[in-house]
């Protein structure tokens, strides 16, 4: 058997409950992280469409706006 010291007898031992505690609290952090980036992707994904969206918009804007030269009118039909 071993010789009690010191640090032996005065030592606190690790609690278990706490080791459990410490583990969910790690999960619960890694679940928030991957939830996160997750929002932000979708964040990012929305602008970038959004962005090329209004380009495409302003570009179809112009082009119907070239499109829209002048009619010519009719003559009237002589009797």
Known sequence: ?????????????????????????????LAWEIVDAEQEEHKNKTARLRKARLEREDSAADTA???????????????
Do not use: F, G
Request: hydrophobic letters at 25%.
């Open 1 to 29: 058997m071993v010789r009690p010291t010191k640090e032996t007898l005065l030592s606190q031992p690790v609690p278990t409950a706490n080791n459990a505690t410490d583990r969910m609290d790690k999960t619960t952090r």
């Open 65 to 79: 706006e070239a499109e829209a030269a002048p009619k010519k009118t009719r003559k009237p039909k002589a009797k």
